[in-house]
């Protein structure tokens, strides 16, 4: 006889009278008297099955042994509740199991922590987690990170997308963040790498003539954890041939509204908004910008280029700016408060934050005295502010303002409660080529060295790096960078001369990339893709704040495992065979 004939979750008012079987777990026992309920816990949900010892005193018996976590098998008829005691929070509310037949299948001891407790320590979580996969807010997050993505997969499927796999064992290929690196006793001595996305050969992928590619691919980053990045991660990957980058906007908009249709209930607007890049980071000091409330940055540099007051014109002078925004609702700021933006502004490499404010038709500040009344006129219209609003100011270089405005707008839009509830997508668009790195004097690419240029910038990137844009786009979503990409270098020429930009010589382009660049030049056509970070869409679809609460065995702080303890010590043994020898930080053999 098999263990159920249902799942227990998944009856309801149309099985009554049916005789069932079900197995699970027991998520809670009440005694009421002579009658003994259980609700019973499966991968559907829960049920509520009843024993009375009148009609099954054997099964009511065993019933008054079970315990949390118990396993069990039980048979009876299903019944129609009482309409006074109808549950409309269970699926299952409307009926109950009359149990017959009870069979403990497996105990469990005390648990180290109740699941229904949601201030249970993350690494005792993690070290029991199979435990806390019963929960059912992680049992909620696992299916709505189910349900994303098979609703990707159908949308993209019916787009005449193929899911293609590319080897987890990779040639290593350095391009920013570093990579696992994976020993073979093959060829001891030598490594593959873990791919920290399937970059290449998604590329190779679509040289070959499979022009719309897709993947659901796990990647590897050998780097710090935190609460919105893991080392292993997972992200949709989509690449295409003959594309433009409107018409891979426009598929990727028809994505997204299909999912959270599909899988959160909610109709998007598309199309989404887009910014430059320039435009993202002047107007919010951020290239992924949370535009669910104002508070925009404005540059009043112009305006204060013949003041007096030092403080501005010594920056101004020195090819600084200065830039501020208007915030509502801090009125009430006393000068603690003030004194802590400048203390905050200072962590991110700032000199201070100056401040005025709009009340009354005057403007109140301790620098007021210092500026002109037009100088004061031109910056409350630079930022827009209104009667009752704060100006919070900057005046530093360029790049220092940009760093601290951004976090000082998010922070107070935190602070004064200015977030509003909704989902604001966003592209950002025309991102740099290049970016200079003064402590190594070169530059690197700001996204990866495959994107091609702007047609604009093609021709003459090498002599005007600062200025020359790439055909990258970000998808940004509430202040969250959810996906990336770009229209790909499929000319062998371009891309060689961008290798040559990062310092690479030819001789080192064609040992790190040969297999890349004569693919290159045996007919690569146009091309270009997009890759989502899949735990960072669960995360933000489930209400999450960590990665972790949407991924069913994830690393803990510092990488490592609290479920198995990895990563462990290979054994000398192992290590000979690997042809490795371990340094430990005092520089001496760690296997001697």
């Not at 105990?107 to 059912?136: I, N, S």
């Not at 791919?195 to 590897?220: M, N």
Request: proline fraction near 5%.
């Amino acid at each position: 006889m098999s263990y159920r004939t249902h799942m227990g979750g998944d009856l309801r008012a149309e099985h009554e009278g049916a005789r069932v079987t079900v197995a699970g777990w027991v998520a809670r026992r009440r005694d009421h008297g002579g009658l003994v309920f259980v609700d019973l816990r499966d991968q559907a949900g829960l049920v509520q099955l009843v024993f009375n010892p009148e009609d099954q005193p054997e099964a009511h018996a065993g019933a008054h042994q079970l315990r949390a976590e118990f396993v069990v098998q039980a048979e009876g008829v299903v019944r129609r509740r009482a309409p006074e005691t109808v549950n409309p929070r269970l699926a299952t509310g409307e009926i109950e199991i009359h149990v017959e037949r009870l069979d403990l299948l497996n105990t469990a001891p005390v648990l180290p922590f109740q699941l229904d407790d949601d201030g249970v320590d993350e690494t005792l979580r993690l070290h029991h987690r199979y435990l806390d996969l019963r929960r059912d807010t992680m049992r909620h997050n696992v299916r709505v990170r189910f349900a994303l993505t098979r609703t990707i997969r159908r949308y993209l499927e019916e787009r005449g997308f193929w899911e293609l796999e590319t080897p987890i064992l990779y040639k290593s290929t350095p391009e920013g963040a570093r990579e696992f690196l994976v020993p073979t006793s093959t060829h001891p001595g030598r490594f593959y790498a873990l791919p920290q996305s399937p970059q290449t050969y998604k590329q190779l992928y679509v040289i070959s003539g499979f022009e719309r590619y897709y993947q659901i691919a796990r990647c590897f980053r050998d780097e710090a954890t935190r609460a919105d990045r893991t080392a292993e991660f997972t992200q949709l990957d989509i690449e295409m041939a003959f594309v433009e980058p409107d018409e891979l906007h426009d598929l990727m908009e028809g994505l997204f509204q299909t999912v959270w249709r599909d899988v959160a209930g909610i109709d998007l607007e598309i199309p989404f908004p887009r910014l430059t890049h320039a435009e993202a980071v002047l107007r919010y000091g951020s290239d992924k910008p949370d535009t669910r409330f104002g508070c925009e940055i404005a540059d009043v540099t112009d305006a204060l280029r013949g003041t007096e007051f030092k403080a501005f014109r010594g920056v101004v002078d020195s090819g600084g700016v200065v830039r501020g925004l208007a915030v509502p609702g801090a009125l009430d700021f006393s000068r603690k408060d003030f004194d802590g933006l400048v203390e905050f502004a200072k962590t991110w490499g700032g000199k201070g934050v100056a401040w005025l404010q709009l009340q009354g038709g005057e403007i109140r500040s301790p620098i007021a005295k210092f500026l002109a009344a037009d100088e004061l006129d031109a910056i409350a219209a630079g930022v827009g502010a209104k009667e009752g609003d704060t100006i919070l100011l900057v005046a530093d270089a360029e790049d220092a303002a940009v760093r601290v405005l951004g976090p000082l707008r998010l922070h107070l839009g935190e602070r004064l409660g200015l977030i509003q509830e909704g989902w604001n997508f966003l592209w950002v668009t025309g991102f740099p080529m290049f970016e200079w790195l003064p402590d190594e004097n070169r530059w690197k690419a700001s996204h990866n060295p495959f994107s091609a240029p702007e047609p604009e910038d093609e021709a003459d990137f090498e002599e005007r790096p600062r200025e020359a844009r790439a055909r990258q786009y970000d998808l940004v979503l509430n202040g969250n960078e959810v996906g990336g990409g770009s229209i790909r270098n499929h000319r062998a020429e371009v891309q060689g001369r961008i290798f040559a930009m990062l310092g690479m010589s030819e001789e080192e382009a064609e040992a790190k990339f040969s297999f890349l660049l004569r693919a290159l030049r045996m007919g690569a056509p146009p091309h270009g893709g997009i890759a989502f970070g899949i735990d960072r869409l669960a995360m933000l679809l489930a209400g999450a704040e960590s990665l972790r609460d949407v991924t069913a065995f994830p690393k803990g702080q510092g990488g490592v495992d609290p479920l198995t303890g990895a990563p462990t010590p290979a054994s000398p043994a192992e290590l000979r065979q690997y042809g490795i020898r371990v340094v430990a930080e005092s520089g001496k053999d760690a296997n001697v």
